[in-house]
């Protein structure tokens, strides 16, 4: 079965650091993995992104304080944050996107880790 699980998610104070794991299985064809976030009365926004050859994307917003890497192929993804602000507290999601040629591109969640940050 279809898995997406992310994990690491905790109570930290300002400028302290976390690493979030995420981890994939039953999923073929992963082409990127990435992780959003979303906070109370707010949309779920883009943090990072990271493609199957290695190529990667990031938020303004945390461009040079959060690193998005992978091991295994794409089974495996981490976000490690660094110098971490009351405002990246919320509910971080993984996400995974999986193409193939005749079905086109689908997308799988993880159900979120809760990342609170006091200052």
């Known amino acids: 079965q279809v898995q997406v699980v992310e994990s690491g998610g905790g109570l930290v104070q300002s400028g302290g650091s976390l690493r979030l794991s995420c981890m994939t299985s039953g999923i073929l064809n992963l082409s990127a993995m990435g992780w959003y976030r979303q906070a109370p009365g707010q949309q779920r926004e883009f943090v990072a992104r990271?493609?199957?050859?290695?190529?990667?994307d990031y938020a303004d917003s945390v461009k040079g304080r959060f690193t998005i890497s992978k091991e295994n192929g794409l089974n495996t993804v981490y976000l490690q944050m660094n110098s971490l602000k009351p405002e990246d507290a919320a509910v971080y999601y993984c996400n995974a996107v999986r193409y193939t040629s005749w079905a086109g591109k689908s997308d799988y969640w993880g159900q979120g880790t809760q990342v609170t940050v006091s200052s």
């Open positions: 990271i493609t199957n050859i290695g190529h990667t």
